[in-house]
C-alpha cells in the first residue's frame, strides 16, 4: 500500500479536514516506530535506515513497510488519530484496538520468521 492509497481509503471512511501534510507525518512516524521496534531488530531488515516521508516524498509510488495482509493497520491508525484529534475518545479507542490487533498480528508474524539480532547480556554471578 502506499502513502497515497491510505491516506486515500482513510480519508474515504471519514471526511475529515485534516491537511495530508500531517496524515504523511503520522504515517512517516508509525513506519519509524515499525523500522526501529521491528525491522532494525533482526538481520535481515528489508531497509538498512529509515527515511522520514515528508511532503517531497512521492505519495503514488512509496510503499509503506507493512504490507498486506496487515497493511489496513494504517487506514485504523490514520483514523484513531483523526479521532483523537477531534477529541473522540469512544471512537478513538476503537480504531486504535483495531490498530493494535493488526500490528500485534505483523510483528508476531515477523519475529517468528525473521532471525533476530543477538544482543550481549550482563551476567550475574
Given at each position: 500500500?502506499?502513502?497515497r492509497?491510505a ?21 512517516s ?6 523500522f ?9 531488515s ?11 516524498t ?10 498486506s ?22 471512537r ?14 505483523f ?19
Amino acid at each position: 500500500m502506499t502513502i497515497r492509497e491510505a491516506i486515500n481509503q482513510a480519508d474515504d471512511r471519514l471526511n475529515n479536514k485534516i491537511p495530508d501534510d500531517t496524515k504523511i507525518k503520522w504515517l512517516s512516524n508509525l513506519d519509524h516506530n515499525i523500522f526501529l521496534n521491528v525491522f532494525a531488530r533482526h538481520k535481515d531488515s528489508p531497509i538498512e535506515e529509515f527515511t522520514p516521508y515528508t511532503e517531497d516524498t512521492d505519495l503514488l509510488t512509496t510503499e509503506l513497510l507493512v504490507g498486506s495482509p496487515w497493511d489496513e493497520m494504517y487506514i485504523y491508525y490514520l483514523k484513531a488519530k483523526y479521532h483523537q484529534e477531534m477529541h473522540e475518545i469512544d471512537r478513538y479507542n476503537n480504531e486504535a484496538a483495531q490498530y493494535a490487533e493488526l500490528f500485534g498480528d505483523f510483528k508476531a508474524y515477523y519475529n517468528r520468521t525473521h532471525t533476530p539480532i543477538e544482543e550481549a547480556r550482563e551476567v550475574y554471578f
